[in-house]
């Protein structure tokens, strides 16, 4: 697929429509995805479906990628070069990869049947109208490309895959590589999903260290796109300007305590006071962090919800708190712009701090005598 008249991309916007329009390009990849995920939380997934389905997933993500990158100017001449060398639509099969990979890892065998023909049916007369489209672009050019090029099932394959692009570095190749990390992380979401789903573990708590990590790997994955897209590309913040207020610092410390109480009323076993050394020493950084940076640094702030999260042993609950405060870092230079971020004042901090130990000390002391 080469590059056509600027009439053409509105009229490919017009094809790819809204992802609730399953008879679009778009609705295609929300429907697989959402009915996937809800197969695999229900427990038709695998570890062996999600490993097999990932392979076509992040091939054909590599393979959109390159493609991408290949597109120029309107006014650029007929792509032959990269992977337009093998197929004259390498976007259309990397995106067939990816759909069909995405149904692979639900392990629902209706879904894997229907992705296929589901793509085909949508995708079919899409092909036919680009091909007509560049035809009338290029002409002679085009025929000779089109008997020597398959359309969509390669002959054979290059030595190298693996193209070195030019465009890989410009904005346009910039906000691809963001595309191709969002479909890097789908699997994350498929493994989450048969992991914490009917058939696995319950989400709260995790049971191990690296249920939590996988538990803090779904809206990691999220927020890292949101930060390549908005903040690295388009110089935009990541999260709401009210995200930087003092009442959401604080609602966001009140919510670490009360995730702490809830695992405390459902605890079994009492008198951990093993958690306490990491606690305290976290809680020690961050009072350090307070002394040398003041309250214009969101680190003392960050150290202080791990080290209660800790005291309260809910240390799974530190690695989802995490992005979040990376968030508020990175966009606290772009909201200073138009007024200072409200931090925790001195004052604030004390008084969370005092709370947290407080209830720390009412779960492992008082607790066990109301049970």
Not at 133 to 157: D, I, K, M, N, T
Not at 239 to 267: C, D, K, N, W, Y
């Amino acid at each position: 697929m080469a590059t056509a008249e600027p009439a053409a991309h509105v009229a490919r916007a017009r094809d790819r429509g809204y992802p609730w329009q399953p008879w679009r390009r778009a609705g295609i990849r929300s429907g697989i995805l959402a009915l996937g995920l809800l197969a695999a939380f229900f427990g038709t997934a695998s570890s062996v479906s999600i490993a097999l389905g990932a392979i076509p997933v992040l091939c054909g993500g590599l393979l959109v990628y390159q493609a991408r990158c290949q597109m120029q100017r309107p006014d650029a001449p007929l792509i032959t070069s990269g992977p337009y060398q093998w197929v004259r639509h390498p976007v259309y099969l990397g995106n067939a990869a990816v759909d069909t990979g995405l149904a692979i890892m639900s392990g629902w065998w209706p879904l894997i049947i229907l992705a296929p023909l589901w793509w085909l049916l949508v995708h079919a007369p899409l092909v036919r109208r680009e091909e007509l489209r560049l035809h009338e672009r290029f002409g002679q050019a085009w025929r000779h490309y089109a008997r020597a090029v398959p359309a969509l099932v390669p002959r054979r394959f290059p030595a190298n895959p693996f193209f070195v692009q030019r465009g890989a570095t410009t904005p346009a190749g910039l906000r691809e590589l963001g595309r191709l990390m969002r479909l890097v992380s789908l699997p994350l979401f498929f493994l989450a999903a048969w992991r914490f789903g009917v058939s696995g573990q319950a989400l709260v708590p995790p049971a191990t260290v690296a249920d939590a990590l996988l538990l803090a790997s779904v809206p990691g994955a999220m927020l890292w796109v949101a930060v390549w897209n908005r903040h690295f590309l388009d110089g935009r913040p990541i999260l709401p300007a009210a995200s930087q207020t003092l009442e959401a610092r604080l609602l966001l410390l009140a919510m670490v305590i009360g995730v702490g109480l809830a695992h405390a009323a459902l605890e079994t076993e009492f008198y951990d006071w093993y958690h306490w050394l990491p606690g305290l020493v976290l809680l020690a950084g961050s009072y350090l962090a307070l002394f040398l940076y003041g309250n214009r640094h969101f680190m003392a702030e960050a150290l202080l919800a791990c080290g209660i999260a800790a005291l309260l042993e809910v240390e799974w609950f530190i690695p989802l708190m995490a992005p979040v405060y990376l968030a508020l870092a990175l966009d606290e230079p772009l909201h200073a712009r138009k007024r200072r971020p409200a931090l925790l004042t001195r004052q604030a901090y004390l008084g969370s701090l005092s709370l947290g130990v407080t209830v720390a000390l009412f779960v492992e002391v008082m607790v066990p005598f109301y049970q």
